[in-house]
Each structure stands twice: as C-alpha cells, then as structure tokens.
C-alpha cells in the first residue's frame, strides 16, 4: 500500500520524502559506473548538487567521447538506472515502473477532427515580421551559417526542404505529439501539411480549444483521447472540455490507446513541465514511446534539444570560438581578462580548447549549461539523449536536433533568463521568436523523416553515435561563443537588464572597436 498520489513518481529508497536531487546523483553515478568509477563516485558524493551538477555532466559527455561503446553503455546505464528510480501508483498500490504496461487499463475514447481547408502543403519561415521562402530563405540561411548562429548540416537540411517542397505533403504519416500544445512545437505546421496529427495533452478546456481551432483551420486530420465518449456531432466547446489525458496518470491507457492506430506512428516527446515533473514526464512519455515501438518496430522517435546543454560538437565549432577569444580587440580583451580575474572566473571565462580522438576524427566539448535551469531540467534532456541514441543503434529512426534559444513563455518568465536573451546579441547569440523556431524545427522533423541521407536513417553510418546529436544543430550561436556560455550570459543578463534605460549598444559597439 502507498500514501503517494497516483501516476508516476519519484521513488524512495528509504522512509524519507523521494528527492529528485538524489535520484538524479544515483542516474548520473550509474551511467558513469562502468566508464570511469572515480567520477560516478564524485557524483553520489556530491553536497550541492544544485550548483555543481554541469561538473558531472560534462563528464558523462567525456566519457561519452571516449569511444563508441562508452556513449552507448552510458546511455543504457543511465536509462536502467532511470527505471529504478521511478514507480507508478494506482489505487494505493506501488508498481515498478516497467511493469506498468501490465496493468489493468481502461480502454480510451478516439475523437476525430477534420480541418476545414483544402489549401496546398506551403512552407515558409516567419522572421521578423517577413514570411521568408524561396531564394529570400535561402539567404537568411546562409546569413544564419555565415554569423555562427547555425552549423553547415543545419542549413544543408533546410535547404534540402527548400529544394523538396513535396516532403511536406504529410498525408501518409501519422504523427504522434506528446505536449501537442506546446509553444515551440510543430503542431501549426503539420495542421497545414494534411498529417495525421495523435494529439496528446491536458484535459484542459483551454489546451484542446487552441489545438482544435488549429486544426480546423488547417487541411489536417486529429486524432484525440479521451476517457468518455464524445459525439461526432459535439460542439467545438463541448469536445475541448472532454479531451484530454494526463502522460502522468494514464501512462498505460495511452501506451494501449497508440498501439491500437493500424498506420506507422512517429512519435514526437515535447511534452514540458517545470521542476522534477519534467524528468517524471520525460520518464512517462519514454515508457510510452518503449511500449509503442516494441509492438510496431517501424516506429520512429523525435526529440528536441535545449542549445544550453553539454554537447560533443565537432574539432571546428571549438575552433571557431577559439578564433573569436583571439580575435577581440584589445580594449575587449584587457577589460575582460580584468573582469574575469576580479570576479574569480564568474565572467568572461575562457571555453575549454582540449580535443578526443576517434576514429579519424576530433571532437571538442560545448558546455552551455545553464546553472539556473537546474539539474531537473538537464536530467530530463540527458534522458531523451540516451534513448536517442540508444535507439538509433539498435535500427530505429531517430530525429533530434537542437533547436535555438527560444523567447517562449517558459523561458522568459525567468527573469534572468529573459534578461540574458534580451543581452545576448553582445556575443553574436540570436534568440528566435516561437514562430521562427516552431517553423525551422517542425522542417528539419520532416526532413529527417524523407531524406534517407539524414543521420535519423539508421542505415546511414556515423563516426560516433554522439554525431546523431550535434548533427544539424541550431544552437543560435551559443557554441561559438569566444567564452564558456554561463560565463558570459550573466553580463549579458546585466546587460539586459539595464538596455531599455542606457544606450548601452552604442556604448559596446565602441567597446569592441
């Protein structure tokens, strides 16, 4: 028997509350056990774990870099550690959380929608205030390459999407969205690209209202849960208060619900939450995502990326950074090496030069970790990296990119972070508007699943199964910062904070001739 709520939960190894903080140390310690003892030792011993959790997360990027074997064995490690730190309560009963397909479920409701338009599949890139396409697109594209805001595989992929107006045609693809109202998901584009679209969210009136609208204005077909039978003749109000179900609580209905769809699913996790619910629901829609694919073995997996994480990037990105600390102007530097040196290294900081061999090619270590977001956050991110690759490997097709630093709701209502973007056009870092990233990442997701040259094709081999991730980055210029990113981002906070009452652009234009 168990007091806990029901749905999926943190686990406790004791008669104490469930920590995040230690299961996330015990996640971090496992996947490190096998590579380097000493360093999964330093994460279980760890006392402020809070501050000091991109240390160890670094290391599992090292260590990751060692050789092939050691990035996969990370990942599986990592991810059956993972499993045992969470279980699934239902009914005052405790269930370890990979059983939980086996329990008992009720059968889930489909409602199904059809958008009211007949317009073509059309691709645009919404970027202030123009609706880029064509030639237009393409020379932003390469704007965006030639500034460091992106990598060459990046622009290659969404030229291919240029060059390949037909991929979007989504009518053979059924497309399953974790979070289907997300901000930065690719929802809008798929309700005008006649996809499939298994939307899954909250059983909020509010939610389903805006995905609803969105695709009946769209030429889109939905497909929804929902507990209770809905009328195919429902007002749009009626069905938006239905639908709705909780990857938390009907973990095992929705597992059952999707394998029930006769048609190849693609499955996307963008499903977000704050705090430690957002490793709980990363864990959810991993359970979920595992189940469908064991039963349909054509299914494929989508992830996105935050760009401020600790990734393997390749020998030219720490090259390029290096080239921009070498190349400030001398004012530029004296001023930061005595900021840095007074502020003991909290700004200004210099990026990491040291390179890992293997095979025949180098990489280096981008470490844009930002202390603030938490070690909650970069554990739920790390999760979906291990499935990626793990999955990959073992002949499933995986899309994951990076996506820029987006102005979304969930961002900027951290104060800081929101002052950090507004400030961070000082080092040459783009933050996008939803609409520009929404429109970019929902691309670059079908590009991955048409182009059989895209590192998402298992067949396609890679150097390094870390390749799948840096591969078509857009990391908005944090890689190529010419300081180690959290380093600078304070002062670009600062920045920020004091730009609407200063002329501050014109006084750092000065600074840096």
Not at 111 to 124: C, D, H, I, K, V
Not at 156 to 169: I, T
Not at 448 to 464: E, G, K, Y
Not at 488 to 502: D, I, R, S, T, V
Request: hydrophobic fraction near 40%.
């Amino acid at each position: 028997m168990s007091n806990q709520p029901d749905g999926l939960q943190f686990s406790s190894n004791t008669s104490s509350k469930p920590s995040s903080s230690k299961s996330g140390q015990r996640i971090v310690s496992a996947a490190l056990q096998q590579i380097q003892p000493e360093y999964a030792d330093a994460v279980i011993n760890e006392k402020n774990w809070r501050k000091s959790y991109p240390i160890h997360f670094k290391r599992l990027v090292e260590c990751g870099l060692s050789s092939p074997e050691a990035a996969l064995r990370i990942a599986q490690d990592g991810l059956q550690q993972a499993y045992e730190e969470f279980s699934f309560q239902r009914d005052q009963h405790t269930h370890a959380l990979n059983e939980v397909m086996n329990l008992k479920s009720t059968d889930l409701n489909t409602y199904t929608l059809q958008g009211n338009s007949t317009a073509e599949p059309q691709w645009f890139v919404p970027y202030q205030g123009k609706n880029l396409e064509g030639q237009a697109l393409l020379d932003q594209i390469q704007l965006w390459l030639d500034r460091g805001i992106i990598e060459a595989s990046h622009a290659q992929a969404l030229q291919a999407c240029v060059q390949h107006p037909e991929w979007f045609d989504l009518s053979d693809r059924t497309m399953v969205l974790f979070g289907a109202a997300s901000e930065a998901g690719p929802l809008p584009w798929l309700a005008k690209w006649k996809a499939n679209i298994v939307a899954l969210d909250l059983n909020h009136e509010r939610v389903w209202t805006k995905i609803l609208n969105t695709v009946l204005q769209g030429n889109a077909t939905l497909y929804a849960p929902s507990v209770e039978s809905i009328d195919s003749s429902a007002s749009i109000r009626e069905a938006a208060e239905r639908l709705g179900v909780n990857l938390l609580t009907d973990t095992p209905e929705i597992a059952h619900w999707l394998t029930q769809f006769d048609q190849v699913l693609d499955l996307a996790a963008i499903a977000y939450l704050d705090g430690e619910k957002h490793v709980r629901v990363s864990m959810a829609m991993d359970a979920i995502m595992q189940h469908v694919s064991q039963q349909k073995s054509n299914t494929s997996l989508m992830y996105m990326c935050t760009p401020t994480d600790v990734y393997a990037v390749p020998q030219e990105v720490i090259q390029g950074g290096l080239d921009k600390f070498k190349s400030r102007s001398k004012l530029e530097n004296i001023l930061s090496k005595s900021i840095s040196t007074v502020s003991r290294d909290y700004f200004f900081k210099q990026n990491e030069e040291r390179l890992f061999q293997c095979h025949d090619k180098q990489y280096g270590i981008c470490d844009c970790l930002v202390v603030e977001q938490g070690p909650n956050y970069a554990l739920a991110k790390r999760i979906q990296q291990w499935r990626a690759t793990l999955a990959r490997s073992q002949g499933q097709r995986v899309s994951i990119n990076i996506a820029p630093s987006t102005t979304t709701y969930s961002v900027t209502k951290n104060p800081l972070l929101k002052a950090a973007f507004n400030g961070a056009n000082l080092f040459d870092v783009e933050a996008f508007e939803p609409a520009t990233t929404n429109a970019i990442m929902a691309a670059l997701w079908i590009h991955d699943l048409r182009n059989p040259q895209s590192v998402a094709n298992p067949d396609i081999a890679l150097n390094h199964p870390l390749d799948l991730i840096m591969h078509g980055a857009n990391h908005g210029g944090l890689w190529r910062v010419a300081y180690l990113a959290r380093t600078a981002l304070p002062f670009a906070a600062l920045y920020g904070f004091a730009e609407e009452k200063l002329p501050l652009k014109k006084l750092w234009s000065k600074f840096q001739k």
